[in-house]
């Protein structure tokens, strides 16, 4: 009976070791270091999801260490709020000039900076969720 056991437990040790995939490529070593810079770049998946990358060197390193050839191809949602915002603001200062009740400089950007500050603390709010 023991005689039969460790024959088994060898057997199924050299089957295993066998069906062990040799051919199976070490990951690529990538030389890429990136920095912490804020530049969001989004890639559309191939699974339809959009994933956003810190900056285009990020993108660069996952490509290396996936073996992939992702490239931007959608806005970020934070480029998209942006546009929204600058709109209805520039909207909302041609009223006001229209109404004359406030003198706005021209080329004035009221608040976009602010609301793009608010939208960042958002996103670092969610991202800790």
């Known amino acids: 009976m023991l005689l039969r056991t460790v024959i088994l437990t060898f057997a199924l040790y050299v089957a295993l070791c066998a069906a062990q995939d040799d051919s199976a490529e070490p990951p690529p070593v990538c030389h890429i270091q990136c920095g912490s810079n804020y530049k969001p770049v989004c890639v559309q998946m191939p699974d339809m999801i959009v994933r956003e990358f810190t900056n285009s060197c990020h993108l660069s390193l996952f490509n290396c260490r996936n ?58 709010v969610v991202s800790k969720l």
Do not use: H
């Not at 992939?68 to 970020?76: E, F, G, K, R, W």
């Not at 603001?89 to 400089?105: A, C, S, Y």
């Open 67 to 124: 073996r992939a050839n992702l490239q931007s191809n959608v806005p970020c949602v934070i480029d998209r709020i942006e546009k929204m915002v600058s709109a209805k603001l520039k909207l909302f200062e041609r009223k006001l000039r229209n109404q004359g009740r406030v003198d706005i400089p021209e080329r004035s950007r009221v608040g976009v900076r602010e609301m793009r500050n608010l939208i960042n603390a958002f996103r670092a």
